[in-house]
């Protein structure tokens, strides 16, 4: 018996009216988690609001219950409970959750290890290859049956985060899981077609914009060791590129794993910009290089692979900021 969600399923048991509430900047995983929990308690009969601060990218709109996420909170409520998926900490919920009077009991369900167990019952499993996965043993644990709509959106969360099973993360229970809800409904090529073989053109004339950024950053001391050294590859996108390209900004997620597959390359990193002197900085490592740490240390978090926060100031400042501290950690995590 799966223990760890006993208080969970206290809470679906008790109460009537849910809200589903995940992070701002949302991507597969917190959609799919978001939806797969939303949909399992309507199929018991619960009511339940799913929320989330900002608009379900486009690519994401087909998971089932996608049209039912609302943008606002004002005169929701009093809830009896709140679940929060995928998301390590309250303020990353969005101001329209975090301004809510009556959310009920907070029920936290995450992956990261990063998370600060703001809920009132926290369910939080690092080794977790998504909070889908989470979401599919919750309902395993609390005897929802899995229908074909929450498993397209379980199999969603499951196969972006672990990057197409692709990261350290797919373990096997990622792979029996993802398996399990394919023999549920989940459909993979249809699935891949519209996730993956479905991007705007301008996405791509982003890319060619972002690409042209790149600098690719010696880290060891002095450079000295030529090729072998270890390197930090940066990418920059700008406000400007988005105007003039018209894609929208979800558009650049991922493309930071255009800097971390150079090769000889530890840690890439992508300086979006998202305001006046204020960037979003998302980093990826190779292997040794604890990027979640070194988020933290900014007011960040995520996971030890990829990780990100948002901080002030001029590109240059961001920059040579964040750069300072990726190869100090690089030099002490790879002995170089
Ligand atoms: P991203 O670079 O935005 O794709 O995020 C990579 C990982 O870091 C994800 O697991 C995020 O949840 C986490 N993350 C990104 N930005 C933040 C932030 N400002 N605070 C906490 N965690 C973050
Ligand atoms: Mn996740």
Redesign the pocket.
Known sequence: MDKRFDKAIEEIQKGKKFLVVS?V?P?GDAVGSLLGVALALRSIGKDATAYLEDPVPDLFKFLPGAETVVHSLEGAGPFDATFAV????RE?LGKGFVNLKAPGRVVNIDH?A?NDCFGDVNVIVPDASAAGELVYDLCKAADIPINRDIAVNLYVAIHTDTGSFRYSSATSEAFIKAGELVRLGAEPWDISRRVYENHPARKYKLLGMVLSTLDIIDAANGGAEGNHSPKIATLVVTKDMFRQTGAEKDQA??F?NYARGIEGVDVGV?FRETGQEEY?????SKGDVDV?EI?QGF?????RN?????MKGSLDFVKTEVVAIIKERMRAALKV
């Open positions: 992070h900047s991507e995928d998301c390590g900490q990353r990261h990063t997620d991922g930071v992508l979003k900085v998302s980093m990826r979640a988020s007011g960040g978090g995520g996971h990829a990780a990100g926060f948002t």
